[in-house]
């Protein structure tokens, strides 16, 4: 499977267009989307349904883990942390990788202990973690992805330079422009990874 193609989001875009047409606009540019506002506040069961039957096939949602986790294990962080990865898989097929944002201050040996509490959880997905290399060499060690790496069992990379359009995974950007250049949707199924 190709690597996918999306943006960070996708509000703004098409202005011309009426609301309910603009989804519709940028599903026929990428097969997936970034949504950051996962990351403010847990969406609610019937948005996330909605989401679902408005994807066409084949494409997916990813979703930035919400801000507030504090990835230390404790009854609060499970029963959140559940929450929200049952929120994702609501999504069905067109459940994409979740983006979880390692704070600076946070320990190896509890970030250890999370990675634990989150197995045991047993709802298995596409984790990307980003923060300090010691904490993604650990998340890498517990079968996820590190954000920006070119390895892993997936990848999970935000404003890369030249992804590798071949690899399994998930490439974003800010920039409508520059994911338009990889975009394989908008290049009528071809890949195209040439002049910037």
């Known amino acids: 499977m190709a690597l996918r193609i999306g943006l960070v989001g996708y509000k703004g875009l098409f202005p011309?267009?009426?609301p309910s047409a603009?989804?519709?606009q940028y599903a026929e540019l990428f097969s997936t989307v970034e949504?950051?506002?996962t990351r403010n506040r847990i969406p609610e069961k019937e948005l996330v349904l909605r989401w679902a039957r408005r994807a066409p096939e084949g494409f997916v949602y990813s979703f930035q883990a919400p801000k507030?986790?504090?990835y230390r294990p404790s009854g609060d962080e499970r029963r959140?942390?559940?929450?929200?990865?049952?929120?994702?898989?609501?999504?069905?097929p067109h459940r994409g990788g979740v983006r979880f944002s390692l704070p600076a201050d946070l320990e190896p040996a509890a970030f250890q202990e999370w990675l634990s509490m989150l197995a045991e959880l047993e709802l298995p997905g596409e984790y990307a973690f980003e923060g300090l290399p010691e904490l993604e060499t650990l998340a890498l060690e517990a079968g996820h992805a590190a954000v920006h790496l070119q390895e892993g069992p997936f990848l999970y990379l935000i404003e890369?330079?030249?992804?590798?359009?071949?690899?399994?995974?998930?490439?974003?950007?800010?920039?409508?422009?520059?994911?338009l250049r990889y975009s394989t949707r908008a290049q009528g199924g071809t890949s195209t990874n040439q002049t910037r």
């Open 16 to 18: 011309e267009l009426p």
């Open 22 to 24: 603009r989804f519709r």
């Open 35 to 37: 949504l950051p506002q």
């Open 68 to 70: 507030y986790l504090t």
């Open 80 to 92: 959140t942390l559940r929450k929200f990865l049952r929120r994702h898989r609501l999504l069905g």
């Open 160 to 179: 890369p330079e030249d992804p590798p359009l071949e690899a399994r995974g998930y490439a974003y950007f800010h920039d409508l422009k520059r994911a």
